[in-house]
């Protein structure tokens, strides 16, 4: 079966879309990648994002903004099918995660009850109308009226592409926030440990943002963290937050590292000082949440990361420092593009709901126990 998967991440970089050929089911499965590409959102379109990312919005900017991203979506699944010749009506299946605006997977009291929300846009049945393919789509919310958090959801494809008999293995990926997949040697999928780790670029990219007026959306090659020296002071009080000591399962988002976050730095810092602490809050957050969370169940020999943040030289050399004796390896070196794996997740996962299999792993989401996930837009 050709299946698309669609991913467009916190960061609100853009649209990656990962097109793949699977068979086989569970953790026999075969997957390989046919094509992967990106298409960056619109200045406009990412600026109307963020204006109702978790965020008092108008409902019809939201319902507007819901039908605008599947026309994207579709255009984006278009041209990456034509830049690598390949004709949509392969494909078999889409899997489309939508844009999250707002996930408070914990939940907090609302009208007299506690409610957990999350709420990702693009409309599924739009994109399939346009590309004339099935969608899969809205994986969270099934996982969370199970009791979950609905996130992190990778961890299924995580074990299934990094598992070893002999290994300890983490699988980090570092989007706009920071997630692990923690998978002892020899583990059953019941043994992974998943959750968020906190920032990951949300806060580096937003630090750029501020400091060149929109010019520039992420620190290139750490050049702007390189002039700069670590706040230690700043960085102690920042990893005190009580998010980083909250056991798993656990998420986080814009809610807790968007715009209002970069108030909590001195306003006369430095923008070279306050790009290098934050770059080494990304990376001890990461290391903290292993040495709390994961070697006390597990033994760490390597660490797998994807995601932007490992193009990120200074980030990467941190996360090295804080994790002594562990070999640290990006996802590329596996077959699987740094930028292309939650796509790769995405088109996986959405294969498994159309057979009607579940694909959350409780011991990460802390659902109360499988579930099929997604929506069916024939």
């Not at 006369?268 to 001890?284: F, H, P, S």
């Not at 995405?346 to 989401?365: C, D, K, Q, V, W």
Request: aromatic share 6%.
């Amino acid at each position: 079966m050709r299946v698309a998967g669609i991913m467009s991440g916190t960061s609100l970089d853009g649209i990656d879309v990962a097109i793949m050929d699977i068979r086989g089911s569970g953790w026999k499965m075969k997957a390989s990648v046919v094509a992967f590409g990106g298409v960056p959102y619109p200045a406009r379109v990412r600026e109307a994002l963020l204006g109702v990312s978790n965020r008092e919005a108008h409902v019809g900017a939201v319902a507007r903004l819901n039908v605008l991203l599947a026309e994207l979506y579709a255009e984006a699944v278009f041209a990456v099918a034509r830049r690598n010749r390949i004709a949509v009506k392969s494909l078999d299946l889409i899997g489309c995660h939508g844009q999250t605006i707002f996930h408070d997977g914990a939940g907090a009291r609302f009208l007299g009850r506690t409610v957990a929300a999350t709420l990702q846009i693009g409309d599924g049945s739009l994109l399939a109308e346009r590309t004339g393919v099935p969608v899969i789509s809205d994986f969270r919310t099934r996982d969370m009226a199970a009791g979950g958090r609905g996130a992190p959801l990778v961890p299924f494809v995580d074990y299934l592409l990094f598992r070893d008999p002999r290994l300890g293995r983490v699988a980090l990926n570092i989007g706009g926030i920071a997630n692990l997949t923690a998978i002892p040697a020899g583990g059953a999928p019941e043994d992974a440990i998943a959750f968020d780790t906190g920032p990951g670029n949300m806060v580096i990219d937003a630090l750029a943002r501020r400091h060149s007026k929109g010019k520039l959306a992420y620190d290139r090659d750490s050049r702007i963290a390189a002039r700069g020296r670590v706040d230690e002071s700043l960085l102690r009080r920042l990893l005190a937050d009580r998010f980083y000591r909250q056991p798993p399962p656990k998420t986080a988002g814009r809610e807790q590292y968007g715009a209002e976050f970069l108030e909590r730095l001195p306003p006369a810092m430095r923008i070279e000082d306050a790009m290098a602490t934050e770059t080494a809050l990304t990376a001890a957050s990461i290391a903290m949440g292993i040495d709390r969370f994961v070697r006390p169940r597990m033994r760490v020999d390597e660490l797998i990361a994807s995601g932007g943040g490992v193009r990120n030289p200074r980030l990467m050399a941190y996360l090295a420092g804080f994790l002594p004796g562990v070999r640290i390896r990006t996802s590329s070196e596996f077959g699987i593009d740094a930028d292309a794996k939650e796509a790769i997740a995405f088109a996986i996962l959405a294969y498994e709901s159309l057979h009607g299999r579940p694909s959350n792993l409780p011991s990460a989401t802390g659902a109360r126990g499988p579930v099929v996930l997604g929506k069916l837009s024939p």
